[in-house]
């Protein structure tokens, strides 16, 4: 389905790999600091901190699925089918639905702290945008260099979780892939020792051996332990080079290849894109399955006080180098 | 260590990742068909089929790693530590060393089939480069569009397999490696049915579960097994930037994250480089660590009537697009 | 740690192991239906159900660890250490402290309709049996011939869960224990088919591969699942012979041999004894570890209208027969 | 299919578990030193060590399927089918036909020492029984206090492999099934510690997490590792009470339970007896599947100078004592 993943060097890091069998049609879009949000029980949101991320756009409007702003905060929803619960309009709470979450907190937080304060008061509703677009069903992380958090609006209420591995999948709820991570708890990235028995000579056959029993397969909580693995052992220089290219290595080792997983005969789900946006640099980058290349789009190079979106198409082909 | 593997659209692809906590210093390197090779035991092969491929230039000679030749034959070395056993010189065969055995078989045969002819013939000796270079342990996967074949040297001698999966990695010997794939059969791309209990009810909360028990380290088996799941399973569309493009994300499945597989206190090996040879077209594609994008070399831009060696030095560092 | 089952043939069955480091001093223990049971909040339970299970006796009180009433009302307390959580004394509710639960279940409900309907008004409650014993961290199964339920008393409250699968172990919460078997829902007592890929010619070497995958050490989500399996796939005659056999067998799956599992430096864990009760008979059927013969209890021997507690001391040797 | 293992305290113990789907009627036999074997190719051995085992009596010949001879050498057949391959007659060998193997070492040799000399000649041939009965397909383990072996005759021709570990399964080959246990080697009857990552709080939320990742299902390959881990790590006291008690467990752990198995459409394989021999004491104890009480017969009560074969049925119903 979709793994997102936080990652700090210098800077702070924050991307996610969407996957699913098709795309709505999704681009890299800057809202500018000045774009009126027009939200369906709170009024209008006339200025905010600017953004940028992955949205589809409709009647221009951005639905993000995954975005940063100019402060470094990110936030991403990922596929929650089954648990998630959007509530009616209740008075007195900050009524804001499912596709304004991202947007309203982006546009009012510099922070995680600061969202934490917002996230007392909200009630996720369930109004669509419009009468033929149903609600996905989600969960959202939203990070920053300090800390992570994940949001789960489900039938008992909102439940903000701390993220301490900084690594979201899909189902089941957060609480039960934390718990999970225990069970992995003597996998590690160095040599195994023989523990077995004293009795016999075991070998260390292969590189690589203390972490057998890391799950490879490409269901949720799979997924969830390998990137919470990758993530948490992961080693890289410091430079934006570096750190943007071990980035989008932790999430390749959850990406979906076309073939493995059929979602019905025929269809197969695989990483439509995956993203690092630079959180400290406003810069969004990107690779869709047929392009290894990344792409990068900077948010600062554009015009932020402006009050019109800002829209970059997806590169789609492999952009390969030809050297002679 | 390292993972090889052959893939199948339109045309004939093969490739490798060598993982490794150092490079040796490599480079694309393309052997025109009058470069002489001076072999240590069998004289001069003064003409024979161009080939390009990745190797480490030593005293002008080409060290390869892997390469592919202009009949569309591949071949690759992967390490064997422990297993691989080199022979002395034996009267009545035909005495190659380890690090002549890729030029020869591809300097000569246009085919699996070919190979297998002078196979029959062989014995691989432990006369090394030099005196300064120990030979590395190793056993190879040859490969045209029609079969593969593993060739491993051991204290028995040399065994030949049909290699129905297409996949190289390391240890164990791959008899023990293909045997392996038969724990695995019950494991799917498609959705798992209830088999456990009819009494009771289990639910498909993930996409992906049906190849739940895949494994997720990077010891040589596990990378076998799940490169064997990725490849078989496998589908992409048959233009030059599909086919490239998903052989890329196939072996993506078995890369080696930096920071995940420890070899001694603080060095770690890593995915140094992925590479991809179009048999058909000549071309050798590849990505480096910290390169995402592919970048290819044509042999058949280069003359390949020549009689010196032509070499392309990698490219290192990411190369990002950046849109505005 | 411990495991519970129940199995139904023509009669109805109700189990468990008790797996520690060391033995209280249990004994089989019938309470008759006239012994006083003095609550510590609730008064004197002057008459109630007559009961057979394991209790360590203190001061003439039965602290039962598992028991089944004369009604077929089973009932076991398996550790829960970490997640139990028992209350204060709340006016208005019956409360009941931890060490009473089972003689007040048992004493009073004929069936788990009838315990529903108690567990509505109860709250469990904190007080020790005396100052020397602190109370042991437990979660309960109570089960009959028509269903069985889960309760386990936790920071938010008393959660009481359907039990379908009829088992219990010790944490993760029952909720994270039934989630966890659709992870295994692939996993089959029929042969596997090569779901693999239909590209490689993968063999069932062994039976039984179809439920590879099935997870094979002591620790309490993984003796949950192997239970699971094996309780709900067992296949056995109707008779007493048979059916209490198999029962036996169902624990064994799951059992700890003395050396798996240390707990401190030289200290194991093994499985002390393992029961089974025929709730419409009455008699309570036991191994210990270190006698493999099934010794039984009858209540119906015994003079129920009692007030007098009556106990049998544990069978500890091998009773084996030598035949000449 | 079959779990055989040996076990030493003061005394060596040795036994298997029989998996089949039925039975061919077993019993206890004792061949005495003067029963005369007619051996297909070598003649007639009129004297031998005396020999206690389980074996099916056809036409007053004993076809062992495990046993003990009075030196406390002991010999068990697994079913090794698909790799086993008995041969014609050569000249110039010990020609022994299968179902004379057990007999014919176990007659002749007081060790593994000897019998390593006599398998030095032996060639296994594929005469039958009788025209009725084809022959099993097995491979042996033998063994002493002080050493085990395993032989195989397969295509290639015998192999004797030292059993370091005193396990024998069914297929694969020996020597996949030690290498196989390499993979197990981080696994330990003691506490994990989180190795995963020191970024992450990660609880042992129950004893016996050391050896999570330890197989659980009846395949052979599966009971291999199982059985290894809980033999090489069994404790136990020194007394023929304790240590027959523990070998039972051991052998426990590896039981197939009745329905877990399904062979062909309704039939399922199960753990049919389970023997464990004294190896210095000359006695023979099991269990069946419907018997958990241990049963022994003592060879050295018999006249063991007689010619005739002494057999004592099994107990096959359950033997449960009754205290009231």
Known sequence: MCTAATYKTKD???GRTLDYEFSYGEEITITPRNYKFNLKNMGIMETHYAMIGMAHIAENYPLYYDA???????MAGLNFVGNADYKEVIDGKDNIT???FIPYILGKCASVKEARVLLGKINITNIPFNEKMTLAQLHW??????????????????????????????????DKQMFNLNNYMNLSPKSPKNNFSDKLNLNMYSRGMGAIGLPGDLSSQSRFVRAAFVKTNSLSG?????????FFHILGAVEQQKGCCEVTDGKFEYTIYTSCCNGDKGIYYYTTYENHQITGVDMNKE??????????????????????
Do not use: H, M
Not at 68 to 74: T, V
């Open 141 to 174: 992380i939203i990070a920053d260099k300090n800390e992570a958090i994940t949001v789960e609006s489900i039938k008992d209420g909102i439940k903000i979780y701390d993220n301490p591995v900084g690594v979201l999948t899909n189902n089941p709820p957060f």
């Open 12 to 14: 702070f890091y924050f």
């Open 238 to 246: 410091e430079t934006e080079s570096e750190s943007v290219s071990q």
């Open 303 to 324: 015009n932020l006080n402006s009050d019109i979106l800002i829209s970059y198409p997806l590169i789609q082909g492999e952009q390969i180098k030809i050297r002679n």
């Open 98 to 100: 499912q596709f304004e």
């Open 68 to 74: 940063i702003n100019e402060k470094g905060l990110g």
